[in-house]
C-alpha cells in the first residue's frame, strides 16, 4: 500500500492499492516498458498518482479542483516525483480537451461515477483514453455499504429508502449523488468494449469496526486489513462493501 498514508487511512486504500500494483507490474512486464503512462481521472490531491509515480511511471491527473491541484503539486514535490506527476484542470465529461485520446497504458477512475451526470458516458471516456490493450481501474460507492451503515446507526427508513432509490441515495442529506451495484459496475465496464477482469468489494469490515478497537488493540489493524484482503475477493462481500473497484481489460491484454 502507499506508505505515505497514515494506518487508518490504510483501511480504505489498501486492497485497491495491491491489485492496481499488480496490475501495473503486469503491465509494464507485458509491454516492456517499465514506465509506464498512467492517467488519474478525478485523482485530486494524488492519493495514488503520487506512490504510482514513485514506482517509477509518469502519471497526469485530471481533476477540476485548482486547490486539489495544488495540494498534488506540493505533495510531489515532496515525494520527488514532481518530473513523472503532471497536474491539469478538467473532467471526465470534458476529458479529452485536456488528455490525450489512445495515450495511456493504464487509467484510474476512482470516485468519479458517483459524480457525474452520465456514468456510462464517464466510463466511456476512460476506457478511450487507453492504448490498445490498456487496463482500467475503476473504484465508485456501493450500494449495500450505505444501505448496511444507515440500518446499523438506526436509520430503518433510511436504510430502506437507499435501498429502493434508483441511484441508491438514502435521502436529501445524502452527500453521495449515486451508488452501484457491482453487477451495474461490471455492466459500464463491459458495456465499453473491456473485459472485467476481477472485482472487489473495499471497506468491507473497516467502516463498522469502531475506530478506538482498531487504534488501541495490538495487532487489531493488521489483522483489520489482512481480513479485508480476504474478503475482498469473495462476491458474497461485494453486497455490503462501501466501495467497490473493477478491473477492467482492453481485448487482447495479456497479463493485466
Do not use: I
Amino acid at each position: 500500500m502507499p506508505d505515505t498514508l497514515r494506518p487508518r487511512a490504510a483501511l480504505r486504500t489498501a486492497v485497491v492499492w495491491e491489485v492496481l500494483q499488480d496490475a501495473l507490474e503486469r503491465r509494464a512486464k507485458a509491454t516492456g516498458r517499465p514506465a509506464l503512462n498512467v492517467l488519474d481521472t478525478g485523482g485530486g490531491s494524488g492519493n495514488f498518482a503520487v506512490p504510482v509515480a514513485r514506482l517509477g511511471h509518469r502519471v497526469t491527473v485530471v481533476d477540476p479542483s485548482p486547490n486539489a491541484l495544488f495540494a498534488l503539486e506540493r505533495r510531489a514535490a515532496e515525494a520527488d516525483v514532481a518530473d513523472r506527476v503532471r497536474g491539469v484542470q478538467g473532467d471526465a465529461h470534458g476529458l479529452f480537451d485536456v488528455a490525450e485520446r489512445g495515450g495511456y497504458d493504464v487509467v484510474l477512475c476512482h470516485g468519479v461515477l458517483e459524480y457525474v451526470d452520465d456514468p456510462a458516458e464517464g466510463v466511456r471516456n476512460t476506457v478511450a483514453a487507453l492504448r490498445p490493450e490498456g487496463v482500467l481501474s475503476l473504484l465508485a460507492a456501493g450500494l449495500g455499504g450505505a444501505v448496511l451503515s444507515r440500518a446499523l446507526a438506526g436509520h430503518f427508513k433510511e436504510a430502506r429508502q437507499a435501498l429502493d432509490d434508483p441511484n441508491g441515495r438514502w435521502g436529501a442529506g445524502d452527500p453521495v449523488p449515486r451508488r452501484f451495484t457491482a453487477g451495474q459496475l461490471t455492466a459500464l465496464v463491459e458495456g465499453a468494449g473491456l473485459r472485467v477482469g476481477a472485482v472487489h468489494g473495499v471497506r468491507v469490515f473497516a467502516d463498522l469496526v469502531p475506530g478506538g478497537l482498531v487504534d488501541t488493540e495490538p495487532g487489531a489493524l493488521d489483522e483489520l486489513l489482512k481480513l479485508e484482503a480476504a474478503a475482498a475477493e469473495l462476491a458474497a462481500f461485494h453486497s455490503v462493501a462501501t466501495q467497490l473497484h473493477v478491473l477492467g481489460e482492453a481485448p487482447g491484454a495479456e497479463g493485466a
